[in-house]
């Protein structure tokens, strides 16, 4: 189980990034898949999450929300955060996890297991 996070970068206030989180070595399609932040000394938050596709419900923390929006590509065994009307606090590092249990809905934050390496989101003028 592997899972690659990727599409962070530089960007000023009031832009958008897209992350994507792909998947190797299993079907993302069936798996529970959240992103998680941390900023600089700052514990790891949860942004959001995607329930496996046989649910579909999707969640996102309170302080993102109307802006940005969780989905998946199922063709490309592909999640992906859009993130819009980015802030300077939502600069810190993007990660994407799975539980690894196939069928799940949107698991709390410490049944997470398989994590993907982070991608840096700097927003800054």
């Known amino acids: 189980v592997q899972l690659q996070a990727s599409g962070g970068g530089l960007v000023q206030p009031g832009g958008s990034l897209r992350l994507s989180c792909a998947a190797s070595?299993?079907?993302?399609?069936?798996?529970?898949i959240g992103w998680f932040r941390q900023a600089p000394g700052k514990q790891r938050e949860g942004v959001s999450c995607?329930?496996?596709?046989?649910?579909?419900?999707?969640y996102l923390v309170d302080s993102v929300k109307g802006r940005f929006t969780v989905s998946r590509d199922n063709d490309k065994n592909t999640v992906y955060l859009q993130m819009n009307n980015l802030k300077p606090e939502d600069t810190a590092v993007y990660y994407c996890a799975t539980d690894g249990v196939a069928g799940s809905t949107c698991p709390p934050p410490g049944q997470y297991r398989y994590w993907g390496q982070g991608t840096l989101v700097t927003v800054s003028s």
């Open positions: 995607v329930s496996s596709s046989d649910d579909g419900s999707t």
């Open positions: 070595g299993f079907n993302l399609r069936y798996y529970a």
